[in-house]
């Protein structure tokens, strides 16, 4: 029996300590916050899964072995938490992010199939659209219930005895000894440490991470007019409008419906920037991205602006970095909820010895 010691109590920690469990290790969990703990990334009412992935196809191969791992996820919490809802991602330009993933279904074997504006208009009645707008969809997809999960798993981590602290920061780690030191001076050593500290790995590491590009995302939660609300709990997520950057989650199971914008995304850190919102300014904001869009564009109201951070540089790719006994997942961008138990499994496969630490970098890389 090995110790898995890991930093950070988000959807990669949670995954891992499971992952060790099943494997028959210790892990422990050390956690800054609460647990799970609100501002992490994980906790939302909803987050993404789909195929979509632009000119990505690395990830969009990943999506059927995360929708395993997920299934095995659900075995445990005897629950299943998502809603196969579809995604449908929408192509106004050539060459924009609809087109792309088309070629990437394409080149990948992914099922699909792409809709002419007219059948867009029967998936998505709210919206207005140009003429030559057209849409793909592709597999399953839709709304992850993170929060629900991360509650849960948090729960199975610790009846399955991992030693979850919270409350608990480290104030350092020594990477290459796989030892994670608290703020009073004490050690705790693994024979795996493993880094998931979201948005905070530039403070915990700044030597090697103190650089890495951090953003503040506000996702608001939204109130469609009457007319549209049971269309938009029936519709598909929205993976992207034309290059607009535009997501939509529907409002299944009382999460609600949300709208996220990539370009409001911006350069902050969470310890300097904090959570607030004024929900006025940035829900006009958000709800304004998508307003050329929408029918009965006026009568949407912004009802709460949910704040989230994360590391993203410009590869747009996943870093899982491995020195010694150390092992440090970041640059997990809008991205990484849908992979984290697949991930999780994996790092305990390498640990394992059932892959090399530079096949696991790769492959999280999405090559
Ligand atoms: C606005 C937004 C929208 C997103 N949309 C999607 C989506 O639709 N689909 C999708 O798949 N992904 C999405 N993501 C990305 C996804 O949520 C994150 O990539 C994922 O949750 C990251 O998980 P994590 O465990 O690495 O980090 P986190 O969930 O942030 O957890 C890190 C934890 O580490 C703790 N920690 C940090 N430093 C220390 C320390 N020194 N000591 C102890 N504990 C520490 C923190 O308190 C935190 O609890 C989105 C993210 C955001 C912010």
Not at 151 to 174: M, Y
Not at 287 to 305: D, H, N, S, V
């Amino acid at each position: 029996m090995s110790h898995i010691v890991i930093v950070g109590a988000g959807i990669v920690g949670l995954s891992v300590a499971r992952a060790a469990i099943k494997r028959g290790h210790q892990a422990t969990i050390l956690e800054r916050g609460p647990a799970p703990n609100p501002h992490s990334a994980s906790f939302d009412l909803h987050r993404m899964i789909r195929y979509h992935y632009g000119s990505f196809g690395g990830y969009t191969r990943m999506v059927t072995p995360a929708f395993d791992a997920w299934d095995r996820v659900w075995a445990d919490l005897g629950t299943e938490h998502f809603e196969n809802t579809g995604a449908v991602a929408i192509s106004l330009l050539p060459n924009d992010y609809g087109q792309k993933t088309l070629d990437a279904f394409r080149e990948v074997g992914q099922e699909h199939e792409v809709h002419d504006r007219s059948a867009l208009e029967e998936l998505c009645p709210h919206l207005q659209l140009p003429a030559d707008a057209w849409g793909v969809t592709g597999g399953r997809g839709g709304p992850l219930f993170a929060s629900r999960i991360v509650t849960e798993l948090t729960d199975w981590v610790r009846k399955h005895g991992v030693d979850l602290r919270h409350n608990c920061a480290v104030k350092s780690v020594d990477r290459t000894r796989g030892i994670a030191t608290l703020e009073d001076g004490s050690e705790i050593s693994g024979d795996l440490l493993v880094v998931a500290a979201g948005a905070w790995i530039s403070r915990l590491l700044p030597d090697s991470y103190g650089d890495g590009p951090t953003f503040r995302q506000g996702l608001c939660y939204v109130e469609p007019p009457a007319d549209y609300v049971e269309s938009w709990r029936n519709s598909p997520a929205i993976v992207a409008i034309g290059d607009h950057g535009g997501y939509t989650l529907p409002d299944r199971r009382g999460a609600g419906l949300k709208f996220g914008h990539g370009a409001h995304r911006r350069l902050a850190k969470p310890e300097e920037d904090g959570f607030g919102s004024d929900l006025e300014t940035e829900g006009a904001i958000v709800l304004g991205a998508f307003k050329p869009y929408l029918k009965q564009a006026e009568a949407y109201r912004a009802l709460r602006i949910q704040v989230g951070y994360y590391q993203m540089d410009s590869s747009r790719r996943f870093r899982v970095e491995s020195e010694g006994r150390g092992l440090v997942v970041t640059n997990c961008d809008g991205q990484m909820f849908k992979f984290g138990p697949l991930l999780g499994e994996r790092i305990m496969a390498m640990f394992a010895g059932e892959q090399s630490a530079a096949d696991l970098e790769r492959w999280a890389a999405g090559y």
